[in-house]
């Protein structure tokens, strides 16, 4: 009962504002690049522990993002964490936006550039949804520049790993195309 008190009390008296930091901390070591918060941002811990921050940049603050988010949301379930696991049920991502380049040597320079280890395993990830996204690739090896836009799909992940699965609809140059793949584990 003590415990019930403390998490219908302690909310009020935390600083949710600290979680934009913090994510900004993890986020960036996860991905190996700077990732800032330039829009709001809050929590809340019942009913479960949920973020969500607006207006997401992944890149060097100085020069253009290699990826920007305008909506980011991630519900998680309380008791895994107390084993030191990460279980997602619930992740929404509204018009994430990506740049990958292809330098003229064919070398693939895109947004995750892990840096930190972690143990892929730690996360679960029941549902992604990815809303109005979209994925530039400009390739320098041929001059090229490709499109996919109007991405909206559903991922999930036993783990970081794998095996991930991945169905959705998007616009490449223009056509319109359904993608549904799946992986096995790393």
Known sequence: MLLLTAALVVPYF???AGYRSSFEREASALLGRP???AGSASARL?????VTFSDVRV??????????IENFSMDAELA???RGEILIFDMRLEKPAATVRIDKDGVVDWA???????????VKLENLQINNG???????????????SGLNATMSAED????????????????????SSSTGAL
């Open 160 to 179: 970081l790993s794998g095996p991930w699965k991945f169905d959705g609809s998007l616009l490449f140059n223009g056509r319109k195309l359904s993608v």
């Open 46 to 50: 019942l009913p479960f522990p949920s």
């Open 80 to 82: 895994p964490f107390l």
């Open 134 to 148: 979209s994925l530039v690739v400009r390739d320098a090896s041929t001059g090229t520049t490709r499109s996919i």
């Open 35 to 37: 990732v800032t918060v």
């Open 112 to 122: 995750i550039r892990p840096r930190t280890p972690f143990r892929r395993a730690q």
């Open 59 to 68: 890149g060097d603050p100085a020069a253009e993002p290699v990826m920007t």
């Open 14 to 16: 935390v600083d949710w």
